[in-house]
DNA sequence: CTGGGGAGGGGGCCC
DNA sequence: TGGGCCCCCTCCCCA
């Protein structure tokens, strides 16, 4: 045994705090990390292991969840990022820089979140600065950490199914090499799926109560955008609709409500509040940022985007290609150095993501958040080749980088949807807007004296804004259905829903053989021929075989080509 | 280095 | 509303 008591002690010690170092060091990679905390716009990336052994709240629903959506009211993602790093930690941030202010919001996150600990240590910080931690830690009547009184609490709308984050090895039962090598980048890109946090979709504020089983899936977004596996790979897991929230209103024009479907059990089906446009005008919910990063939720995405950490500030064309992965907007600094160093940067020649994207490129301090306005009567999108369009005011762009560009000029602040609204009946509208990105959007130039009033899309001119306006509607109308995330639009609400998927990395249909995972069941059973050697078609010309049509007909190009 | 093949993924469109 | 298919882009591997 210990001769020194000391010495063991001390061991003992080290052993605690390399352990947490350990899981912090995975939580900030994503490393293992197999639950998703979603506060207001942001996600954050950690174990449920650690936060049930923290939090009693989070005891109660880790084990059923795998997204976990937080009462925005009662902690915002910086407060809450600086729960997760005590969590984490044990410590928290820099006193230095914690005011009494964010104290207090620590100890209502703390108490919404029962977390004891923290909880104290915020009672004995205010009572040390000669506050009392009841005054400022009112649950009901407290500010949001981000300054806004709240309302009432409100129930969101309609659950949504999701396909959870459903835990998808890959790494096992490979076959074949190149197979191996693939996949054993996926993994790779997998674990550095990690940064905690990412920005989803315009989630409004979805209010729940720790006794009311936050849960959320795939996230506000009013879709169902989940799957059922053909194969039901994953374990099923069933959630009585009692336990869900009501719904409460309907939602985007765009998207149908879900209504709460469980007769048929879905794998770690997960219901999410849906959240309601009638919160829009008053809550102070935010439009997440589009983000060149699409948000992969839990490990099935492969990673969507890349381009923030690649070209930081430099936008590039946004297209979701195979090998992108995710990389979530930081908050308030959020340190991603964990994964500097690691493997997991990217090729950086990729010309990034998709329409999830765009935002200024690099680490940002993520306080650029909008209100999320959905599509309403009267919403002006961009049209016909803009088709990717900020949402809070509506203006189109013809590409993600420019609409992040544009973004960045919203103050970011809450832009209120009834400002907006003032604005444009003001006159105007977006044409009226100084943003020069409007302009070049709009074909007009801002430094003319008679700017020409231009279509983007099928460069006809008009007279002046408001008929440019009525023109471009005509455009806008054959695209109708905005990604809520990017912004893009679609010409059908389906394109749409599957575009979304790809968002938040659900792939509900996985291959028996490999755990594959796919978004399509047409590529599952596109893949399938990977595994079966089925090769149905063939070249006419030199009898080559291909197990997928879009091969051969590559295959055939090359026969006809000049050259 | 280059071209071809294999394959993942996204959008459009039809049913 | 979702499935299926087509087309496209892209990446990766390999000869």
Redesign the pocket.
């Known amino acids: 045994m210990c001769v020194n008591q000391s010495v063991c002690e001390m061991e003992q010690q080290n052993h605690f705090k390399q352990l947490l170092l350990q899981l912090n060091q995975q939580r900030a990679k994503g490393y293992l990390c197999d639950v998703i905390i979603v506060v207001e716009n942001a996600l954050f990336r950690a174990h449920k292991n650690v936060l049930a052994a923290s939090s009693v709240y989070f005891k109660s629903l880790v084990p059923h969840d795998n997204l976990i959506n937080l009462d925005t009211e009662m902690v915002s993602p910086s407060v809450f990022r600086q729960v997760l790093d005590f969590i984490y930690t044990g410590r928290l941030s820099s006193s230095d820089s914690v005011s009494d202010h964010s104290v207090s919001s620590l100890l209502t996150a703390a108490s919404y979140l029962q977390l004891t600990e923290l909880a104290a240590l915020c009672r004995r910080k205010l009572k040390h600065n000669g506050q009392t931690p009841s005054s400022s830690n009112k649950l009901t009547t407290s500010p949001t950490p981000n300054g806004h009184t709240p309302g009432p609490l409100r129930l969101s709308s309609t659950p949504l199914r999701a396909t959870p984050s459903h835990h998808n090895n890959h790494s096992g039962s490979r076959k074949?090499?190149?197979?191996n090598?693939?996949w054993g980048?996926?993994g790779r890109l997998r674990e550095d799926l990690s940064e905690e946090e990412v920005f989803i979709s315009g989630s409004r504020c979805a209010s729940l109560s720790p006794s009311g089983g936050s849960r959320v899936n795939g996230l506000a977004l009013g879709?169902?955008l989940?799957?059922?596996s053909p194969s039901g790979s994953t374990a099923t897991e069933e959630v009585s609709p009692s336990s869900l929230p009501q719904s409460s209103s309907p939602h985007s024009s765009s998207?149908?409500?879900?209504p709460p479907t469980t007769a048929e059990p879905r794998e770690n089906q997960r219901q999410l509040p849906n959240t309601s446009t009638d919160l829009l005008p008053r809550a102070p919910c935010k439009r997440p940022r589009p983000h060149r990063e699409?948000t992969n939720l839990g490990e099935t995405?492969?990673a969507?985007h890349k381009g923030l950490v690649k070209k930081p500030g430099a936008p590039g064309?946004e297209?979701?290609?195979?090998?992108?992965r995710v990389t979530p907007e930081l908050e308030d600094g959020e340190v991603d150095g964990e994964e500097n160093g690691q493997d997991q940067s990217?090729?950086s020649?990729?010309?990034g993501s998709?329409?999830g994207g765009g935002g200024a490129g690099g680490k940002r301090n993520g306080n650029t958040n909008y209100i999320y306005r959905q599509p309403q009567p009267g919403f002006e999108p961009g049209v016909g080749d803009n088709?990717y369009v900020c949402i809070p005011c509506g203006k189109g762009f013809p590409s993600s980088e420019q609409l992040n560009a544009h973004v960045d000029t919203h103050t970011q602040d809450e832009i209120y949807i009834e400002e907006e609204e003032e604005e444009e009946e003001e006159g105007g509208g977006y044409l009226k807007d100084e943003d020069p990105d409007i302009y070049a959007s709009r074909g007009v130039e801002p430094g003319a004296d008679e700017p020409r009033h231009r279509c983007t899309v099928c460069s006809k001119t008009c007279k002046d804004a408001v008929s440019l306006r009525e023109h471009e509607k005509s455009h806008w109308l054959?695209?109708p259905f905005p990604?809520n995330i990017?912004g893009?639009?679609?010409?059908?609400?389906?394109?749409?829903?599957?575009?979304m998927?790809?968002?938040l990395g659900l792939?509900p249909f996985a291959?028996e053989e490999c755990g594959?995972?796919?978004?399509?069941?047409?590529?599952l059973?596109?893949?399938m021929?990977?595994h079966s050697g089925e090769?149905p078609y063939e070249?006419q010309l030199?009898g080559?075989?291909?197990?997928?049509?879009?091969?051969?007909?590559?295959?055939l190009k090359?026969h006809t080509?000049p050259?």
């Open positions: 074949g090499n190149l197979r090598q693939r980048q996926e879709l169902d989940s799957k059922r998207v149908s409500p879900t699409a995405g492969k969507l064309h297209k979701l290609v195979r090998g992108d990217e090729e020649g990729h010309s998709e329409g088709l054959n695209r990604c990017c893009k639009l679609f010409t059908q609400r389906g394109t749409m829903t599957r575009h998927r790809s968002h792939k291959c594959m995972r796919f978004t399509r069941q047409y590529r059973a596109e893949h021929r990977v090769k070249c030199c080559g075989k291909f197990t997928q049509q879009r091969n051969l007909l590559s295959h090359m080509s050259s």
